[in-house]
C-alpha cells in the first residue's frame, strides 16, 4: 500500500497563500470523496483540518479550503498565519477497508 | 465528548512483542471503529488497521504482514494493538482514533500516543 503523495514543504508570508497538494491513484483519492487533512504541530496529535474534500469541521477558520480533481487533491491556506505553520498530512480512503495518508508537508510562514 | 486515552509505553528488543491499549469513552455510539496510526520519529502517518468495536471485524494494513493484531474488549470499552516480530524501524509513536463508521469519514478524535522503542 503506498503512501499518497505531498511535496515535502511548503512556505509562505503572512497574509499569502499556500496550496498543497495530496496525489494517489484511481482506487484511491480519484475513487472516493473521502479526503480528509489534519494539521499536526511539534509533540501534538495530528488535528483534523478537512474532510470528505473540502468540508471543515467546527472551529476550523475558512481560510482552509479544499478541492479535488481527479486523483489529485489540494488544501489551500489563505490568508496565512504564523499558527498555520505546522506538518499536514492528507488522507483517504483506499478501498476494502483500508487508508492511506500522505508523507506531509511541512508548511513555514516565512 | 468523546476521549481516547492511551497506555502501554514500552522499551522492546528485537523480535519480541508489544500490546498498546487505547481506551474510548463518551463515544454516542456503541459501535465505532477504533483505527491505529503510527509515526515513526520525523516521518510521517502511517495507517496501521482498525477494528469495528460492535462486531469486532478488523483490517490491518497489508504493510504489516499478518504482524498486528487489534481486538477489543467492550467491558474495558478498550481497543488493543499487538504487533510482533519488532525491529528497530517499529520504533514510533503509536496513535489510537476514532470516527464514525463509513468511508468517508474523517479521524476526528485522537488519542495522546504512546512511544514505542524497539532496541537492543
Known amino acids: 500500500q503506498s503512501a499518497l503523495t505531498q511535496p515535502p514543504s511548503a512556505s509562505g508570508s503572512p497574509g499569502q497563500s499556500v496550496t498543497i497538494s495530496c496525489t494517489g491513484a484511481s482506487s484511491d483519492v480519484g475513487a472516493y470523496d473521502s479526503v480528509s487533512w489534519y494539521q499536526q504541530h511539534p509533540g501534538k496529535a495530528p488535528k483534523l483540518m478537512l474532510f470528505?474534500?473540502?468540508k471543515r469541521p467546527s472551529g476550523v477558520p475558512d481560510r482552509f479550503s479544499g478541492s479535488k480533481s481527479g486523483n489529485t487533491a489540494s488544501l489551500t491556506v489563505s490568508g496565512l498565519q504564523v499558527e498555520d505553520e505546522a506538518e499536514y498530512y492528507c488522507s483517504s480512503y483506499a478501498g476494502s477497508d483500508n487508508w492511506v495518508f500522505g508523507g506531509g508537508t511541512k508548511v513555514t510562514v516565512l | 465528548q468523546v476521549q481516547l486515552v492511551q497506555s502501554g509505553a514500552d522499551v522492546k528488543t528485537p523480535g519480541a512483542s508489544v500490546t498498546v491499549s487505547c481506551r474510548a469513552s463518551g463515544h454516542p455510539f456503541t459501535t465505532f471503529p477504533i483505527h491505529w496510526v503510527r509515526q515513526a520519529p520525523g516521518q510521517g502517518l502511517e495507517w496501521m488497521g482498525w477494528?469495528?468495536?460492535?462486531?469486532?471485524?478488523?483490517k490491518a494494513s497489508q504493510n504489516f504482514q499478518g504482524r498486528v493484531t487489534i481486538t477489543w474488549d467492550t467491558s474495558a470499552s478498550t481497543a488493543y494493538m499487538e504487533m510482533s516480530s519488532l525491529r528497530s524501524r517499529d520504533t514510533a509513536l503509536y496513535y489510537c482514533?476514532?470516527?464514525?463508521?463509513?468511508?468517508?469519514?474523517?479521524?476526528?478524535?485522537w488519542g495522546q500516543g504512546i512511544v514505542v522503542t524497539v532496541s537492543s
Open positions: 470528505e474534500v473540502s
Open positions: 477494528i469495528n468495536t460492535g462486531n469486532g471485524h478488523t
Open positions: 482514533a476514532t470516527k464514525a463508521m463509513g468511508p468517508n469519514s474523517p479521524f476526528d478524535v
